[in-house]
């Protein structure tokens, strides 16, 4: 399923830096800090470089005046947004996003509004070239989160409070765009929402309908809408909110230029009373029922109930104003990521050509995002890339970069991990399995080949694989030949895989290379690239000398001492011979829950727990990396001292200078990989294609 770039009018291509700050308690999360943009201007020309013209960044109330109103520090700003003008990037400016504003207010304090006005005043003089503004982003979100579910402040959980946050930023929406416009008169409001709609079963549609009006109360709001007649009208007035609040709203109604829809697979819900029937954090009640509140994508729904294109098409319908999706973003695998930007593209094209004012998709965290998915309540550190990985210095442009390039460009992008549909589509995802099944639709695109199948890596990553929507074929060394060419070409011509790992010869159970292994990499590399096919290559940490005083990198020479490393270095040296293009994983010593090798005191970076190390080398894939990487864990343990390196080559600690792209190896996975009471046991076996694997 290509992405095309078609439409009669184009859809334009917007991205966005994911730059909250949100207060939690005393603490505030920055994510501009979290995720280094803070720290790096060069970020812009990258940006730039994909051929992104409009950019939502962030001109933060708080991050310019944190303590007092009347103490501004421009510098930061100053220079981002000089560099953008440069650049010529037009900045739509967000002035809060997620956040309750700056010590000195709340969402539910009486001034908020006017005073987040004097802070949009002041954004405007400061930058009279800025035409568009988003002064409150999701401010129904936002109110949801702070006033009704206690994650961030005021932590507060009731109705009133939820109202009160509401209607603050609305009447603040208003005030900033007021003061706004008295400097620069064509300024356009660029109003953000998230709009998911509710399911539910026959007992709980009342609570369903309720949650689908309450939907569209900022954006109603802000439109003049909500007066006697509206169906929240009764609700708002008994929870605290005067009329006269209201009648002001209406009275100085200017609906937004552009009504944004920012659409995540979360957002749509499901309600059922059976809460015994779902995750325990899911469960839930409305004091008349207890009930699972779950994503919708994961109960037997019809699809096209749940596509973005029907969150979008109701927007257009019920407001008949210019849309666009300004927040397209999903935290998963890379191929993940691409499937679900590319039925934002699809929704977005489809929609425009209907007829409908769609002005644009954003590629939102193009710099990835810190730990929302806790919704920052944890500060585990959890990193979800965006077209930009920033765990390699300088950040690392991933597929989405290629693919936002190629639409805004105009050009069609076509990846083969698109042929299959996203986990959201496949069979596995339900909660309650559908008693009609669900058609499997992984057998028509084109697998992942992987050789040297009956190994443990092979198996680890067939399974994973499997898991993220590749097909897969592993074949072991009884059903291909890896030193034979003819058999090896006849693979290729009968699987016509759209990439090829040689995991031969690799996994915890090997010690020693079998003969040939070196020479067949180099068979399979050559027939790869003769059929221009991604080839990845897993060889191991002892291409190196046994232990030393520092991990050592991928600009470290090889020098092996035993030979096995011998044979990975020499397979190394073919397959990079030829297949320049190759990408070359080194891992650590391979271990696996239930299977795991070495000692409890091993360094982290002398290990490379399977399935971690599975999901990096497949997101190095699929993002068409090449060369040599090293993927173990961050290890805060020293490496050994210098010494003697056994014949078996010792323990071996990486690094690496192109990213690390590996989680921490934390005490709960060490407890699991090296239980203290008991011996490791076999994983057990695992059969693919029929031969066990």
Request: aromatic residues 8%; hydrophobic residues 45%.
């Amino acid at each position: 399923m290509p992405l095309d770039a078609t439409p009669a009018r184009p859809v334009e291509v917007w991205g966005g830096v994911e730059a909250s700050i949100v207060r939690i308690g005393e603490r505030w999360r920055d994510q501009a800090v979290e995720t280094g943009h803070r720290a790096r201007p060069e970020d812009l020309e990258r940006i730039a470089a994909l051929g992104i013209g409009t950019l939502r960044y962030p001109v933060l109330w708080e991050s310019v005046a944190p303590r007092h109103p009347g103490e501004r520090d421009w510098s930061w700003h100053d220079e981002r947004l000089g560099r953008l003008r440069r650049l010529g990037i037009s900045v739509i400016a967000g002035l809060l996003h997620h956040g309750s504003g700056p010590r000195y207010t709340s969402l539910l304090d009486p001034l908020f509004p006017e005073k987040l006005a004097a802070h949009a005043e002041a954004v405007a003089l400061r930058y009279p070239w800025v035409r568009h503004f988003t002064p409150v982003n999701e401010p129904l979100t936002t109110a949801r989160f702070s006033g009704l579910y206690g994650h961030w402040y005021p932590h507060r959980s009731d109705a009133p409070a939820f109202l009160r946050a509401l209607v603050n930023q609305c009447r603040g929406v208003v005030l900033a765009m007021q003061a706004i416009r008295r400097v620069t008169p064509e300024a356009s409001l660029v109003q953000t929402e998230d709009l998911g709609r509710t399911f539910a079963t026959p007992l709980l549609q009342y609570q369903a309908a309720f949650e689908n009006e309450r939907r569209w109360l900022s954006f109603d709001l802000l439109c003049g809408r909500v007066g006697p007649l509206h169906r929240l009208y009764a609700f708002m007035r008994a929870n605290g909110i005067a009329a006269a609040e209201l009648d002001w709203l209406r009275a100085n109604a200017r609906p937004p230029d552009i009504l944004g829809m920012n659409h995540y697979l979360t957002s749509d819900r499901y309600l059922d009373e059976r809460p015994e029937a779902y995750p325990a954090s899911a469960q839930g009640g409305n004091g008349r029922h207890r009930y699972a509140d779950v994503e919708a994508v994961r109960v037997d729904l019809p699809a096209s109930a749940l596509e973005p294109a029907a969150r979008l098409r109701e927007l257009w319908d019920r407001y008949r104003r210019p849309v666009a999706l300004t927040e397209v973003h999903h935290g998963c695998t890379r191929e993940e990521q691409l499937r679900w930007l590319a039925e934002g593209w699809d929704a977005a094209v489809a929609l425009k050509r209907q007829g409908a004012d769609v002005r644009a998709l954003t590629v939102w965290a193009l710099l990835g995002v810190r730990d929302w998915n806790s919704l920052l309540l944890r500060q585990d550190g959890f990193y979800e890339p965006g077209a930009f990985d920033i765990r390699s210095t300088p950040p690392r442009p991933t597929a989405l970069a290629a693919a936002t390039a190629a639409l805004a460009s105009g050009r069609r992008f076509h990846h083969p991990v698109l042929d299959t549909p996203g986990w959201w589509r496949r069979p596995g995802r339900h909660y309650v399995t559908p008693a009609g099944g669900v058609p499997d639709t992984l057998r028509a695109a084109p697998p992942v080949l992987i050789t040297g199948g009956a190994g443990r890596m092979a198996r680890v990553l067939a399974r994973h694989c499997a898991m993220r929507g590749l097909p897969a074929v592993a074949l072991p060394r009884a059903a291909l030949d890896i030193t034979d060419p003819a058999a090896v070409e006849a693979a290729l011509a009968r699987h016509r895989p759209w990439a090829v790992i040689n995991a031969a010869g690799h996994g915890p159970e090997a010690r020693a290379a079998r003969p040939g292994e070196a020479m067949g990499a180099g068979v399979v590399a050559a027939a790869c690239a003769a059929s221009r096919l991604p080839f990845l290559l897993i060889s191991a940490a002892q291409v190196f000398g046994g232990s030393g005083p520092r991990a050592f990198t991928e600009e470290d020479t090889p020098l092996p001492c035993c030979r096995f490393g011998h044979d990975k270095a020499a397979a190394e040296a073919l397959v990079l011979a030829a297949h320049p293009t190759a990408l070359v994983i080194r891992a650590g010593r391979l271990v696996e829950i239930g299977a795991a090798g070495g000692a409890p005191d091993t360094p982290a970076a002398a290990v490379s727990h399977m399935p971690d190390l599975a999901q990096a080398m497949l997101d190095l894939l699929v993002d068409g990396e090449s060369g040599i990487w090293h993927l173990t864990h961050p290890s805060p343990e020293p490496c050994a001292e210098p010494g003697p390196a056994p014949p078996e080559g010792g323990t071996v600690c990486l690094a690496s200078c192109r990213g690390h792209l590996m989680p921490p190896l934390g005490a709960a996975l060490r407890e699991a990989l090296w239980p203290a009471a008991r011996p490791p046991v076999g994983a057990g076996e695992v059969f693919l294609n029929g031969s066990s694997a």
